[in-house]
């Protein structure tokens, strides 16, 4: 049965209605609204909100504070991207290959996703902690107490540090959607080559890596857009700090819109953000598209 | 192709778009459209004013004490203070256990307080339309200023010995004397070593480098995670070079005779170069609630704090031996953080529009500022009490002592962030100076940049707060 063009559907409509409501009150009148509020001076608290052209854009273009958070966001994009994919890649194939006890695997590597990433930012800082740490224990424990290392405090390591947290509570939600397309594989392919001499690296490379390129999609967009917003373990483990070493772009605008009551250059922050997001996005996906494999 | 850069558009609408415009909109949505009585007080009017002398206009808190009721139903407050310092954490728990004994159709909630990062966690619980009924406030201007604040009543105001009035109307009820900072340290390794308390700023730099020769020990240990940590030593080092040169410097600066690059300002940032490297390995990733432990594990000599650590020193060892010395400036003086401050207990104003909110909040202070009440808080936190009628408190002899400094100091007076009037900061303009001084600390930034920076910081914040003009302040 087909209806009338132009007819509007009432039944549809009562199904998309409650989501398109929510989406708009809570999605797009915001992010319109933030447009607005970047141009003014509102500091978050007060009634009054003064507008004040493109000062809070250019404030942004000359401010070495927004520099480093735009270069700390890419550290750890880029980082999270790479690291996050290769780990929950190696998993998903260690987990596809294991005999038995494939779901105990599957399950153990999923845990950490469970966790909040407060709380694990409040393990991982005790774990990292110079002097009752984990880490430096262990170390000290087996004779290598000049390796010490103040791994939040010392500016070089931080970021990595991060990084290395996000990595580990993320990778087992990647690991699934590769096993899951690792799973979709025909093994007749994989025999196939096999019978005609492939090694094992050129299995993967020229057969099980294009036919899962739809999951490297996936799970890079997913890791980037992660790592330009990563906040909870930046606000539990370090607070931007030492000094600014580890403020992103999300936590520079949370510390100003919301500490420093400048909601109006918080929000522009934001908006730059989004455009950041947007271009980003756009290159990966016709980057990463290009690649896929259509079976 | 058009659909794909659509998916691509609504990803990042759906992710920066949460991030950047909920936050806005629902400071936006939760904006009382009401005028309450601070709203638009004249900043600049902000003066310590002494007990009234029309005390005793309030309710007969007598009777109610004794469990009549105060409120025409059932009421709940609830009640948020920063909550990071274990000894406040205790106290507030006990008063607020015995005021609900006490009250049975009135229950004060407390709500959790985030302690390291308070004045953000208020403005985030105000953005998203969760004020707390009755807090701990700190940037009392700022919440005065946006009508966010109800004024206490004069029988309240008369509690105490001096209170801080915005327009002639007093907003909190502070909770004690400004937390005096001093070096607190570990009494036995300084017996056995023959060590003593120094008696200028030469002196005390001899000893650290004594101690730190001896390698027992770090001589300092720094809570360098909290920023507000670091504001302790910061501001020794401020009223060492600074405040004792133009006590009224912020102000200069916002009229444009002085800038962050001043020399003084310089030579701050040298001071604390200079006492910084004695502090222990990891000190910018210690947070102040560990620092406790490097003391009575005999992993540091000294720590320097305010007096609210004798109660948690005492209580994670109390065979601990601690003593107290204030730290001299390089001039000889003996400067000291201490007097009244602008923060303290306040009433929503929002809260204050329901009657039986307002009494019962009003109830909660008097009870909380009883001598009996009040004297579980100050021994818990060794806080100076500023009540009238003070409490008789049991204080350990390291107190004695630091009250006994504040009367002999050579100057008193609060903290470099804590002043009013012309010399009130730009929000959070503390903040971004405590991380640059870890910058500079870490090596990662220079003197002179780190005051460049500074000066940027202050011209952006001038535009928006300058109490000299008048922006930010109506």
């Not at chain 1, 909601?263 to 990966?284: E, W």
Request: aromatic letters at 12%.
């Amino acid at each position: 049965m087909t209806k009338k063009k132009g007819k509007i559907d009432k039944t549809a409509m009562l199904f998309i209605g409650p989501a398109f409501i929510l989406f708009t009150v809570f999605v797009v009148v915001p992010t319109i609204s933030s447009f607005y509020y970047s141009l003014t001076s509102w500091d978050g608290v007060s009634p009054k909100v003064t507008f004040i052209g493109l000062a809070n854009y250019k404030e942004i273009f000359t401010s070495a504070r927004f520099g480093n958070a735009l270069k700390n966001t890419f550290i750890l994009t880029v980082f999270i991207s790479i690291f996050e994919n290769a780990f929950a890649l190696g998993l998903a194939l260690m987990v596809d290959h294991v005999r038995w006890g494939k779901n105990v695997f599957r399950s153990a590597f999923y845990i950490p996703v469970l966790i909040s990433g407060i709380v694990s930012g409040f393990i991982w800082k005790i774990m990292y902690n110079y002097n009752f740490g984990t880490f430096n224990s262990l170390l000290q424990g087996a004779g290598l107490g000049e390796y010490k290392q103040d791994w939040l405090g010392n500016t070089a390591l931080t970021l990595l540090m991060i990084g290395i947290v996000m990595v580990w509570k993320g990778a087992g939600y990647y690991m699934i959607i590769y096993l899951a397309s690792l799973q979709s594989v025909s093994p007749e392919l994989i025999e196939a080559a096999e019978i005609d001499g492939a090694s094992a690296w050129q299995r993967f490379k020229s057969i099980t890596i294009p036919l899962i390129s739809g999951a490297f999609t996936i799970n890079l967009t997913l890791s980037l857009i992660k790592g330009l917003k990563v906040f909870d373990e930046i606000n539990v483990m370090t607070d931007g700090g030492p000094g600014f070493t580890s403020e992103t772009l999300v936590y520079l605008l949370y510390k100003v819109g919301f500490n420093e009551g400048r909601q109006g250059f918080g929000t522009a922050v934001g908006v730059m953000l989004l455009f950041i997001i947007i271009i980003l996005n756009a290159v990966q996906q016709k980057f990463l598209k290009s690649r896929e494999v259509q079976m | 192709m058009k659909r794909r850069t659509m998916a691509a558009f609504l990803a990042a609408v759906l992710t920066a778009g949460a991030l950047a415009g909920c936050g806005n909109d629902a400071g936006k949505t939760d904006t009382p459209a009401y005028n309450a009585a601070g709203s638009g007080a004249d900043h600049a009017a902000a003066a310590p004013t002494e007990a009234g002398d029309d005390a005793g206009a309030g309710a007969d808190t007598d009777a109610d004490a004794a469990g009549g009721s105060i409120v025409s139903a059932p009421t709940e407050l609830t009640y948020i203070f920063a909550d990071g310092d274990e000894g406040a954490k205790a106290a507030m728990n006990e008063i607020v256990n015995k005021f609900n004994e006490t009250y049975p159709d009135i229950t004060v909630t407390i709500e959790p307080g985030n302690g390291g990062a308070y004045s953000e966690f208020i403005k985030t619980k105000d953005s998203v339309g969760e004020f707390p009924d009755v807090m701990e406030m700190r940037d009392t201007a700022v919440y005065v200023r946006a009508g966010k604040l109800e004024p206490l009543p004069d029988d309240i105001v008369a509690l105490f010995k001096t209170t801080t009035a915005f327009d002639g109307k007093v907003y909190t009820a502070p909770f004690a004397g400004e937390n005096t900072n001093g070096i607190i340290y570990n009494k036995t390794y300084f017996d056995e070593n023959g060590l003593t308390e120094p008696t200028t700023y030469d002196e005390f730099i001899e000893l650290c480098q004594t101690i730190q020769d001896k390698g027992d020990m770090a001589p300092l240990v720094v809570g360098g995670q909290d920023i507000w940590h670091m504001g302790f030593w910061f501001h020794k080092a401020y009223n060492d070079q600074v405040l004792s040169q133009d006590p009224d410097f912020i102000e200069h600066c916002y009229d444009g005779s002085k800038d962050f690059s001043d020399e003084t300002f310089k030579k701050t940032f040298e001071e604390m170069q200079q006492i910084m490297q004695y502090a222990q390995d990891g000190w910018s990733s210690t947070p102040d609630a560990q620092i406790t432990t490097f003391m009575v594990n005999d992993m540091a000599a000294m720590m320097y704090s305010g007096t609210h650590m004798f109660s948690q020193i005492a209580a994670a060892d109390p065979d601990f031996e601690m003593g107290w010395f204030p730290v001299p400036s390089p001039d000889g003086k003996t400067r000291l953080v201490g007097g009244g401050g602008v923060g303290g207990l306040a009433i929503s104003a929002e809260a204050a529009k329901d009657p039986d909110k307002k009494a019962a909040a009003e109830e909660f202070i008097r009870f909380f500022y009883a001598p009996e009440n009040y004297k579980i808080y100050c021994e818990k936190l060794s806080a100076i009490p500023v009540t009238v009628d003070e409490p008789e408190l049991e204080a350990m002899d390291v107190f004695k002592e630091v009250v006994e400094a504040t009367n002999n100091a050579d100057d008193l007076a609060p903290m470099w962030n804590g002043r009013v009037g012309n010399n009130e900061l730009p929000p959070d303009f503390r903040n971004f100076t405590y991380k640059t001084l870890i910058e500079v600390l870490q090596g990662t930034r220079d003197i002179d940049s780190a005051c460049e920076e500074l000066n940027k910081t202050w011209k952006v914040g001038m535009e928006s707060f300058n109490p000299l003009t008048g922006v930010g302040i109506e």
